[in-house]
């Protein structure tokens, strides 16, 4: 199994300011993801996390409004860039390692923009 | 890409067994059945998986059709923890190995 730590679990922003969410997995795992749940709603896969390389986006979400960094099998970080009270929700990280197929999650970080 | 297709919700009572569906009539031969849940306020967590075969481990057991177009999440003996949004899941996404997500079902378990 692996444990996922989130940073900040929960925070207020101003609307045009940006905030990065730290991810941290107390072993090595070899896929990390990033999720987003808005208020009521199911996750939604942002991007896989790729060590060492640019992030592989999924439709509708760019690199220059979510910035993903990998910088080694345990570490993460998500910012989500110019902030605007639609980006209020929860953000989650997940990680896995493939041969198992089993994903694990994070508590999720709440993020309220005003 | 393949989709699901689960009850919005359901209700079971406590300490009764409770059969979870989940409808993936375009699954294909490489796609993995997977199921979490999320309790209230957490993150997802991991139930079970299974291709063909029926699965069972100590949370849950997972029947899959034979041709599988379908499959059942089944708990045994509901407890007042079990009360989640329950994800029927087939892996998808761009790289391959990541869940999307479908809106699940919510269920409720009743003393």
């Known amino acids: 199994s692996a444990v996922i730590s989130q940073k900040p679990s929960r925070d207020i922003c101003q609307r045009g300011t940006s905030l990065t969410i730290q991810c941290q997995v107390d072993?090595?795992?070899?896929?990390m993801f990033w999720y987003r749940q808005q208020p009521g709603q199911s996750l939604t896969l942002i991007a896989t996390?790729?060590?060492?390389?640019?992030?592989?986006?999924e439709s509708g979400f760019v690199i220059d409004k979510f910035p993903i960094s990998r910088p080694n099998l345990t570490f993460s970080t998500l910012t989500v860039s110019n902030m605007s009270p639609e980006d209020s929700s929860i953000y989650l990280c997940?990680?896995?390692?493939?041969?198992?197929?089993?994903?694990?999650f994070g508590e999720g970080s709440r993020l309220t923009v005003l | 890409d393949a989709k699901t297709t689960q009850p919005n919700s359901m209700e079971s009572n406590e300490e009764e067994p409770v059969h979870l569906p989940c409808n993936h009539s375009?699954?294909?031969?490489?796609?993995?059945i997977h199921w979490y849940r999320q309790l209230p306020s957490q993150g997802p967590e991991y139930v079970i998986h299974?291709?063909?075969s029926n699965v069972n481990n100590r949370m849950a057991s997972l029947a899959i059709a034979e041709d599988r177009k379908s499959s059942t999440l089944i708990l045994h003996r509901a407890t007042l923890r079990d009360a989640a949004v329950y994800y029927c899941i087939l892996k998808v996404g761009r790289s391959g190995y990541a869940l999307n997500f479908g809106k699940g079902t919510s269920l409720l378990v009743t003393p």
């Open positions: 375009t699954i294909s031969g490489t796609d993995y």
């Open positions: 072993s090595q795992v070899t896929m």
């Open positions: 996390a790729n060590q060492g390389s640019e992030a592989t986006y």
């Open positions: 299974g291709l063909t």
């Open positions: 997940s990680a896995g390692d493939s041969s198992t197929g089993e994903l694990f």
